[in-house]
């Protein structure tokens, strides 16, 4: 596994039951070396902040990220500007945490679990997949619709035109 592009680890031995405050900011390099991981044409800010405290083996993360993005449009590959402010919670477990052999249903507090190993948590990597669940997956540009008209792609509730539909006309009749 390669190094995180944002690291950013809490020791174990710094935490206790009461939440700890912890302010994280992703300089230039490391905004950078994300964006190239995520597919996206920048990243101008990405920061959290959180409540991070023991509880047992498990350490528990609440907070909020904020980050600005520009993603590439899916029609036209313009340049397409986001900010997020999404809260998150997350619980870090020890690598290996025996988990149930039979099938298991999952409540949404189980979905934010990060396994962990050593002597401390990446509460920068959590803070990277997090920005990542963040994203639109399907990022458009004011212009998308008219981009992929002009290619042929019909959208909901269009009546598609030319020889493709031509084609489906005969097939319907068959």
Known sequence: MTDPEFPRPVRLDTLGEAPRQIAITAEE????????????????R????????????AVLV?????AAVTQACVASGEPVPA??????VLRFVPEGTPAAEEEIEL???????????????????A???TLALALDPFPRAPNAQAVLRAAGVVGEGEEETGPFAALKALRDKL
């Open 127 to 129: 803070a990277a997949q």
């Open 46 to 57: 990405l920061e959290a902040e959180a409540g991070v405290r023991a509880a047992g083996d």
């Open 29 to 44: 390099s490391e905004r950078a070396a994300l964006a190239r991981r995520f597919g996206l044409i920048a990243i101008e």
């Open 62 to 66: 609440e907070g909020r990220l904020r």
């Open 83 to 88: 900010v997020i402010d999404e809260p998150f």
């Open 107 to 125: 409540d949404e507090g189980d979905l934010d679990v990060i396994a962990y190993e050593g002597s401390a948590v990446d509460l920068g990597e």
